[in-house]
């Protein structure tokens, strides 16, 4: 059979066209021909409340998607840009006035006016909630939202707050349709998305919101699911099962065509309970720092770009006293048996069990990195074990500690709560430690497992003050933290590395664990 010049043009065209048929329906390009993302993260979020936001879990889907704040933070040059807000001013100490962005909606319909702002804020100082949001960022500073118009709110403190619109950045908004009085599992906000489906234990699907007040985003859909193992993550990227792993392991960021590292504003630690015996006893906190050899997991299963860490904020955070910079604790095995000697001679209960608690993925190597501790540990006579926890568990130890708990070290040593060591890991990317200091260290504050009313004198007079006054007071709050106190097992300020698929651009930040919005996304 012969074919003429036409006939084999025709042919050819068919050919093509079969050709692409198939790439379009085959697995690995099926995604590629949508405006669809898919993100494997690892971990599951525990709830899809507004109210948990400033958690990395939940964050990671909602914030800035779902629920937006009045105002955000610019990661390039830490200043503070309007979102809901347009603008905003300081009326006296205790009263910030901001103006409200108009014509915005709930993907409800309510109305976003000050009335409705102020029930979304009174929710998030509700007392009656664990809202983490107050527990972390606010503490013992309530906030009560004004009316002052439809589209103007008076947010007052009953101390001065001086940094209240950066703060504001964390208080991601709700409808006030919502039953405010109770825990949620949905959430509904003025974002540029809404919650399509949850399949619990399965995967999240957010839609753009086609209402939205900004600028419609690119991507249309995105599908939230999640790996416990980091080369699993990143294997799916790399297949295109997936288009986005925001961290994974520095073992597994191996293809610079696709892995990015970018500097995190996540401090690992160990938070002991400081008020219950024998962890009550300054020698024995001093043995567990002087017993970790942090250079040893540097470079193995902590990224080698990681940095010792003797603070609970990283050092561009205002505050950061460099003198207790230099004084990570050395590793010393010889001084760690020692202390524990002098502290069991003195009739400390040296030899009590102590449970440690880790939170399985809570940053790449968790597991092998508490495990390491609890061979070290182990090496210098202390009786430990470990036992790694989800994030549900996890977070069950986190919040409730001190609750229902007298202020007062001495009454708050309860006879019947063993001493816990708790693998913890703090983020503060809003550049003050008034978002650290207080949640962390004050008697009140219900994640605080720690006690020294001097230090809360130190850490309210820091709050209420501005500029250099400010700073140097945050460096004593430091200095007395690391030194005197030996509070806790500060680990390393973190490197983390994401896994970005070929078909998207995206550059990771430094807010990148703590949320990600889909905004941020466009297609190649």
């Known amino acids: 059979m012969s074919y003429g010049a036409t006939s084999f043009a025709i042919l050819a065209t068919a050919s093509a066209a079969a050709l692409t048929g198939l790439a379009l329906f085959a697995p690995g390009n099926a995604v590629a021909q949508s405006k669809s993302v898919t993100i494997v993260l690892v971990e599951e979020p525990d709830a899809l409340d507004n109210c948990s936001t400033n958690r990395s879990a939940v964050g990671r889907v909602l914030k800035q998607n779902i629920n937006e704040t009045l105002t955000e933070l610019d990661v390039k040059d830490g200043s503070i840009k309007p979102r809901l807000a347009t603008s905003w001013e300081r009326i006296n100490d205790t009263t910030w006035r901001f103006k409200l962005r108009p014509g915005v909606f ?9 009335e409705n702002v102020s029930k979304s804020i009174a929710r998030t100082m509700d007392k009656n909630l664990d809202c983490q949001i107050r527990i972390k960022t606010f503490g013992d500073i309530p906030l009560t939202g004004v009316a002052v118009d439809e589209l103007t709110l008076d947010i007052k403190s009953d101390k001065p707050e001086p940094i209240l619109p950066t703060r504001m950045t964390v208080v991601s908004l709700d409808s ?13 906000g003025t974002g540029p998305y809404v919650l399509d489906y949850y399949k619990p234990g399965v995967e999240i699907g957010l839609k753009r919101n086609e209402k939205y007040w900004g600028k419609a985003p690119v991507v249309e859909s995105a599908k939230y699911v999640w790996r416990k193992e980091s080369a699993v993550m990143a294997s799916m990227v790399a297949v295109g099962e997936a288009d ?21 504003t996540e401090t690992n630690y160990v938070r002991i309970e400081s008020q219950v015996p024998p962890l009550d006893d300054r020698r024995v906190r001093l043995a567990l720092n002087y017993a970790v050899d942090r ?27 460099p003198e207790v910079g230099k004084k990570v604790y050395p590793y010393d095995v010889a001084k760690a048996k020692q202390l524990l ?15 440690i608690f880790g939170r399985t993925n809570l940053w790449p190597n968790a597991t092998e990195t508490m495990e390491a501790l609890l061979t070290m540990w182990q090496a210098i006579g202390l009786n430990v074990s470990l036992r790694m926890l989800d994030v549900s568990q996890w977070t069950e130890l986190n919040v409730h500690p001190n609750k229902g708990k007298s202020a007062t070290a001495e009454e708050a040593k309860i006879a019947n709560r063993d001493p816990i060591l708790l693998g913890h890991m703090h983020d503060n990317n809003l550049g003050d430690p008034v978002f650290s200091m207080y949640n962390k260290y004050s008697c ?21 003050l501005s500029g250099p006054e400010r700073v140097k007071t945050w460096q004593e709050v430091m200095k007395i933290v690391h030194e005197d106190m030996v509070a806790d097992v500060f680990l390393y300020h973190l490197v983390y590395y994401a896994r970005v698929g070929k078909r998207i651009n995206f550059a990771p930040t430094s807010a990148t664990n703590s949320e990600i919005p889909l905004e941020q996304i466009t297609f190649k």
């Open 341 to 355: 000697a002098e502290a069991k001679a003195a009739g400390v209960p040296v030899d009590k069990h102590i449970d």
């Open 176 to 188: 006030p349709n919502l039953p405010h009085q109770n825990k949620m599992v949905t959430t509904i």
């Open 244 to 264: 986005l792993a925001p961290a994974i392991g520095k073992q597994d960021a191996t293809d610079p065509a696709m892995d990015r590292s970018y500097i995190s």
């Open 295 to 321: 250079e040893a997991m540097r470079g193995s299963i902590i990224p080698k770009d990681a940095i010792p860490a003797s603070h609970m904020v990283i050092p561009s955070v205002a505050g950061w006293n």
């Open 106 to 114: 709930f993907t409800d319909g309510a109305p976003l006016n000050a």
């Open 444 to 464: 009140k504050n219900q994640s605080s497992t720690h006690c020294n009313p001097d230090l809360d004198v130190l850490i309210a007079k820091a709050t209420a």
